[in-house]
């Protein structure tokens, strides 16, 4: 997989878990913190532009505000995004992503 078709897997994956989110939360008040976190989600994937900027901020907004959330969003993400994201994931976690990365490195394109 090479880095164009790795962003359009993650990508995928977001807006995957945008939908579900926008679904769970369709049930709440328009102003609710939670609704509005999923819309961010959704809105994520509209603007390529502010992808790597807002997408760590709502994932950590995700993980500090509604832990009960966190097992359905993609560890994929959190080694994608990298940085704070990183903090989230376990270091057998960390190990194995950084051995599938290696191997994705690897491969020749």
């Not at 990508?11 to 008040?29: D, H, I, M, N, W």
């Not at 950590?60 to 993609?74: I, K, Q, S, V």
Request: some cysteine; glycine content about 4%; aromatic content about 14%.
């Amino acid at each position: 997989m090479n880095d164009e078709q790795y962003l359009e897997h993650c990508r995928s994956l977001l807006g995957e878990f945008a939908e579900t989110l926008v679904t769970r939360t369709k049930q709440l008040p328009q102003e609710h913190p939670l609704r509005e976190l999923a819309a961010g989600f959704q809105a994520l994937g509209d603007y390529p532009s502010d992808f790597y900027d807002q997408g760590p901020d709502l994932i950590a907004r995700l993980f500090d505000t509604y832990p009960e959330f966190t097992p359905t969003f993609p560890r994929q993400l959190l080694w994608f995004f990298g940085a704070n994201c990183l903090h989230y994931m376990a270091d057998e976690e960390l190990a194995e992503f950084q051995q599938l990365e290696d191997m994705r490195a690897a491969t020749p394109p």
